[in-house]
């Protein structure tokens, strides 16, 4: 059992697949080649902005939105303490301090009221310039962007959303990606919507914003790569990793509606010995995972031990709270206690989940899961 099943995704959807990689290998197109401007267009009326611009990876397109905002030495960024290390890291790496905010216990998505205080407090202490908000959308659930955004106007803070496992989600009508000021998101194989290999690309409705950021994914050029205007990256996505999303995407929505049904059956397998994932009301989860939370780090690692005995996968994002990362020690500038997500590191674990998965594994894991608590409380 795999828990995120890439084989057979590509066994069902091989020769499409194959066609269009043997199609660049004929062109030889191979930077910035026909299929990532078609990919670029499809991806931006997928989310419904005006654009999208692809680069290396997720990180690269993080980091490139904050370098269009010009944010550097003396700015806070507040960015949420429960997430994967580069939506801090690209902080640290344009030399700005990540200010960590806690989580909603439910959503495990940036709590408004945890980030207005940190707001109010760095802005009282007035070592920093508050600049930006990175909201996560955290195991494929949108953050709740009609609270952020009103923050964010209040304080005249950018708004960039990390999408990076938020692909495919949806608040209403509205798809993830198209919240922020500017969005990003990742291709990483495992993500949503992943391609084979890295890759990454921001959206964002603004045309300013849109031209530097084509400036500055190809060292910075003006007229040409030859004509330097700024300091820029060497951030493409390769046209071969542009023709595999290209074909992905046609049968994206289908995977991601396999996923709701793959969600549906573990919360009612599981939602009366576990604590089940709450996906709010108007919105749409992209299932990048599906975690679930026990009642001690006791509970939860006794339960991933038991599960990996029966040959069940599962993964614990994320052991441990930003702020507590060794990388951050040495600038750690921390306003608000983050204790829900110190106690959720503790407590979280996600279980395989992807469109693929039948009901017979379903019903493996959801028995094993139950059988293993059942021993753990003594029954
Ligand atoms: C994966 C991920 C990234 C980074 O994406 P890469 O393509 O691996 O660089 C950033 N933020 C979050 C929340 C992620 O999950």
Redesign the pocket.
């Known amino acids: 059992m795999e828990f995120r099943d890439l084989k057979m995704q590509y066994a069902q959807h091989k020769k499409e697949i194959d066609q269009a990689i043997q199609k660049v290998l004929n062109g030889t197109d191979f930077i910035m080649g026909s299929a990532v401007k078609s990919l670029e267009q499809k991806l931006a009326e997928y989310v419904g902005v005006k654009h999208c611009i692809t680069c290396a990876?997720?990180?690269d397109a993080?980091q490139l939105a904050l370098m269009v905002w010009n944010i550097g030495m003396g700015d806070a960024v507040f960015v949420p303490d429960f997430?994967?290390f580069?939506?801090a890291e690209v902080v640290s790496l344009c030399g700005a301090t990540p200010i960590f905010v806690d989580i909603d216990p439910e959503t495990f998505n940036i709590d408004a009221a945890s980030l207005e205080n940190a707001i109010v407090k760095v802005q009282e202490e007035g070592r920093l310039n508050i600049r930006a908000i990175i909201a996560?959308d955290?195991f494929g659930q949108p953050a709740d962007f009609s609270e952020i955004r009103k923050i964010a106007e209040k304080y005249q803070l950018y708004l960039l959303e990390?999408g990076?496992?938020g692909f495919g989600g949806k608040i209403g009508d509205d798809m993830a990606c198209s919240f922020g000021d500017i969005a990003t998101t990742?291709?990483?194989p495992a993500?949503p919507l992943g391609c084979y290999g890295?890759g990454?690309a921001l959206f964002t409705d603004n045309d300013t914003y849109a031209d530097v950021l084509r400036s500055l994914r190809v060292h910075g050029k003006g007229a040409d790569k030859y004509d330097n205007i700024r300091i820029g990256m060497n951030s493409r996505l390769d046209t071969l990793q542009a023709a595999v999303l290209g074909q992905k995407l046609q049968f994206f929505e289908d995977e991601i509606e396999r996923c709701q049904v793959v969600a549906r059956h573990y919360d009612t397998a599981l939602n009366d010995v576990v604590k089940t994932p709450v996906v709010l009301q108007k919105m749409r989860s992209g299932w990048a995972q599906y975690t679930i939370c026990l009642k001690s780090n006791e509970e939860r690692n006794f339960l991933q031990r038991e599960l990996a005995a029966e040959g069940i996968p599962t993964a614990v994002y994320y052991k441990c709270p930003l702020h507590l990362q060794k990388a951050f020690e040495m600038q750690l500038y921390k306003v608000v206690s983050c204790e829900n997500t110190e106690r959720i590191s503790k407590t979280c674990l996600s279980l395989p989940m992807h469109a693929y998965l039948g009901a017979e594994d379903m019903d493996r894991i959801c028995n094993a899961v139950r059988g293993a608590l059942g021993r753990y409380n003594g029954e």
């Open positions: 990876n997720g990180t993080l997430t994967f580069s939506t996560v955290l990390d990076a496992q990742s291709f990483f993500k890295d990454g």
